[in-house]
């Protein structure tokens, strides 16, 4: 799979908002303040992760069917990719 610029920069915001929480940390701010900050960069990790899954299986079904092999298997295999990433 070729990972475009869009992912990748997503990426990019996650370790920014990962360099905030650290900074946040090191003043010692509000532990609440932390937790949100944490539970943003997980759910924009897992929305990331849905994104390239998604792509990716876009572009293996679309091979197998001009392939004629059948995409069930792969299908499972994004949902396996899915429910390991939670």
């Keep these: 799979m070729k990972y475009d610029d869009p992912i990748k920069n997503r990426i990019k915001r996650i370790e920014g ?8 940390m090191e003043e010692d701010k509000d532990c609440k303040d ?5 539970s943003a960069v997980k759910s924009a990790l897992d929305r ?3 994104v390239i899954v998604s792509s990716n ?3 293996c079904v679309r091979n197998a069917n001009e392939n004629g092999q059948d995409a069930e298997d792969l299908v499972k ?3 396996n990719l899915l429910v390991k990433s939670r």
């Design 17 to 24: 908002q990962i360099r905030g929480i650290l900074k946040m």
């Design 57 to 59: 299986l876009v572009d």
């Design 77 to 79: 295999e994004a949902v």
């Design 34 to 38: 932390v937790i949100t900050q944490l």
């Design 48 to 50: 990331t992760i849905g």
